[in-house]
């Protein structure tokens, strides 16, 4: 006599059960972490592959701040008055400007020696002998504004700036395996050496700020590449950080995040902003619907996330990378906006707001597998140590739209209207920390049954109009392996009659319909 078995697996690729998925500051699932194994550059679909999986600074970095419900300076007008009047008629709007590219690296990238030829005792040498630093730069390291600022020039030629064009030419080098960036300025190949003004390095897993007084490839003494829009989040919707801005002048005395001042005329004039000052769109400011994606992406961040006095330079301007995938005019409707649409937030400190102690947690729970004729409990658990804190569940992904009984409390119930895998996410929000986000997986399953008949099997569940099955078959649960049956099967609860294998021996069998994705 043979025993049948049934068993239901819902993709292919399922996440296990308690494994913890990795959530960023704006609440996306990143998935697995991002493994890089040659040099690739930022104008290509594996580097959105892999920013996209990152988690680029902490949840609780300044870059990565809500300040959408920050007060206002009390000069907030007052200082939006003086950056407008320190620069020309013509300039007075906001500038997107096409600049600051990078470079993805492996672990093992080797490391080349450059020498910092202005401030080498404000870089950082990693490894190297004063004034050299030793970095991982990759024989493809892009120079700032190439492509789209550099027409007919190759890369190596605008490496070796064969035309003596100058300009700030910044250079960034990320790591994402070891959470590093590496980052340069009037960078260049001169006979196949490398040299720049200065070196900074920056922990991508840290808030640790440069040493007070050091600058970097910012005057501020700020990272570039966390502020600089990409591709791939313009793709997705949502600019998720802050932005990179430069204003005409600066005052003494740089702000959290900033280490660096660079005053011009050493001002202390506290209506001209400091490096580190953090500027908000206001909510006020409607983003018109026929406006393009690219230009919707980056002004949610500037209302949510705002941007961050970074430079001094002759616009009002933040920098996107110069990414020859951007359509034409993708972004020159921002340059309509004026000044006076910004407003001046009141900026935290190294251990205020997000990174100030009591910081809520979230625990959405083990995943579950269910029949789609249950209704799942979803045993969340949440703290908020300052309370007054806002839990919310919501549904992430699924086949369908799932139905949670109430949203607003840890524990609750859900159901599922078909089949298939769903991410069911929980947060925990009290208004001054970065947002706690945990997510659950619900396996929601058919009911099968399987009878013998003859030398077939015949498998019966309630499939799903649209949806394709594989039935499998195995003698050992554990190890498999598993046979393929029957494959790309597709019905609307009709059984399926699945012919067994010659060689199946007696004893107990295992089957299992595997949805397809």
């Known amino acids: 006599m043979k025993w049948l078995v049934l068993l239901v697996l819902i993709t292919l690729a399922a996440r296990g059960a308690g494994a913890a998925e990795r959530i960023n500051h704006e609440g996306r699932i990143l998935g697995p972490a991002p493994v890089v194994t040659a040099p690739i550059l930022f104008n290509t679909p594996d580097a959105d592959a892999v920013v996209s999986t990152m988690q680029i600074m902490p949840v609780d970095s300044a870059w990565n701040e ?19 009047s320190d620069l020309a008629s013509s300039r007075r709007t906001l ?136 591709f791939d989040e313009c793709q997705r919707g949502m600019v998720e950080h802050a932005l990179r801005l430069v204003v005409k002048r600066t005052r003494l005395g740089p702000i959290y995040p900033a280490t660096h001042q660079a005053s011009l005329g050493n001002t202390t004039d506290p209506n001209i902003p400091a490096m580190g000052q953090r500027l908000r769109l206001k909510s006020s400011f409607v983003i018109p619907s026929n406006w393009t994606t690219e230009e919707k992406a980056v002004l949610l961040a500037l209302k949510k996330y705002g941007a961050i006095v970074a430079d001094n330079g002759g616009f009002f301007s933040v920098s996107v990378c110069p990414d020859d995938r951007f359509p034409a005019g993708a972004f020159d409707h921002l340059s309509t906006i004026t000044i006076s649409n910004f407003e001046t937030v009141q900026s935290t400190g190294p251990t205020e707001g997000p990174r100030s102690p009591g910081a809520p947690a979230a625990n959405a729970g083990a995943d579950q597998i269910i029949p789609v004729t249950a209704t799942a409990t979803l045993f969340g658990q949440v703290t908020a140590p300052l309370g007054n804190a806002v839990t919310r569940w919501r549904a992430y992904s ?61 498998v019966q569940f309630p499939s799903v109009v649209g949806q394709r099955y594989r039935v499998e078959h195995s003698d050992d649960l554990v190890t498999g392996p598993w046979t393929v049956l029957a494959d790309n099967l597709a019905g609307t609860g009709a059984a399926f009659q699945v012919p067994q294998p010659n060689a199946i021996p007696l004893g107990q069998q295992f089957y299992r319909v595997v949805i397809l994705p």
């Open 66 to 84: 809500d300040v959408s419900h920050r007060p206002l300076l009390p000069n907030s007008d007052a200082m939006m008055a003086q950056i407008t």
């Open 95 to 230: 500038r997107p400007f096409s600049e600051m590219n990078y470079a993805l690296v492996p672990d093992n990238q080797p490391r080349v020696s450059i020498p910092f030829f202005n401030y080498p005792d404000e870089s950082d040498l990693d490894g190297g002998t004063f004034p050299n630093g030793l970095y991982p730069i990759p024989a493809n390291l892009p120079i700032e504004s190439w492509p789209v600022g550099t027409p007919g020039l190759s890369l190596s030629q605008w490496q070796q700036d064969v035309n003596n064009t100058g300009g700030d030419r910044h250079s960034i080098v990320v790591m994402p395996g070891h959470g590093t960036i590496w980052e340069t300025w009037l960078t260049r190949l001169v006979s196949g050496a490398w040299q720049a003004s200065n070196g900074a390095i920056f922990d991508l897993k840290s808030n640790t700020p440069r040493p007070a007084g050091w600058t970097s490839g910012d005057a501020a003494g700020l990272p570039m590449f966390p502020a600089v829009v990409r």
């Open 398 to 458: 699924g086949p369908g739209n799932a139905t949670i009984a109430n949203p607003n409390v840890a524990v609750t119930t859900a159901t599922f209207p078909v089949p298939g895998l769903y991410t069911l996410m929980l947060s925990e929000d009290d208004g001054v920390h970065a947002v706690a986000f945990d997510a659950v997986v619900i396996r929601v399953t058919l009911p099968l049954t399987a009878q013998a008949s003859g030398n077939d099997i015949i």
